[in-house]
């Protein structure tokens, strides 16, 4: 059985950054929804016993249409919130470290750049989306962007997510409204970069 991710912290906690409403709202509801969905499509697919990188990697292997789609958009959204939730911490913010750090300057100038970048990209992805930090097979580092619940093992990029930015209404709206550039930007208070560092080092074993 697929595990929704649990927080480690109560749901007000990441205030005022991220309000209490959101947190029960967008976990506790839309990522367990999700993560029911999934369990139960992947049960009716015979393919629970894999890995949901395994199983998103490979949608092609599921010859049902209708299955297959469900699997990417309920796997996809089930993934997804793992990464979002679990990169997010209270009393965080502030800058890259470790590994990461170094990575990141060399990649991309200066983390100043990188999350002016990354930035960018949840901003402009129209509609429902995300932003993504990932490490290529090769080490490097990657950003891009995906619609719906698409990530970059579903997009078959080869590429391993350790950073997103959910830019779907759910994750902002409830407090921010229309004005998805000051969630984003107030998003990085709460990122929990010793974390993404620990995500870094473990893809690129």
């Known amino acids: 059985m697929f595990e929704q991710y649990k927080l480690p912290f109560d749901s007000d906690a990441l205030e005022p950054y991220i309000d209490k409403l959101t947190v029960e709202t967008h976990h506790g509801k839309h990522h367990a929804t999700y993560t029911k969905t999934f369990n139960e499509l992947a049960e009716k697919a015979g393919v629970s016993g894999k890995s949901v990188e395994d199983l998103l990697s490979n949608l092609d292997s599921i010859s049902d249409a209708a299955l297959r789609n469900g699997l990417k958009n309920n796997g996809g959204g089930y993934y997804n919130h793992n990464l979002y939730f679990s990169v997010m911490a209270p009393n965080a913010g502030g800058t890259a470290c470790g590994e990461l750090a170094k990575k990141i300057d060399e990649t991309f100038g200066s983390f100043d750049a990188f999350k002016e970048k990354i930035s960018n990209l949840a901003l402009t992805q129209f509609g429902s989306g995300w932003a993504w930090l990932s490490v290529a097979k090769d080490g490097s580092l990657v950003l891009s962007q995906s619609a719906n619940q698409d990530n ?47 995500l870094y080092l473990a893809a690129i074993k």
């Open 152 to 198: 970059p093992i579903s997009q078959g990029t080869g590429n391993k997510p350790i950073f997103c930015i959910d830019v779907w209404e759910h994750a902002y709206y409830l407090k921010y409204k229309n004005l998805r550039a000051s969630y984003i930007a107030e998003y990085f208070n709460v990122v929990d970069w010793k974390k993404v560092n620990e």
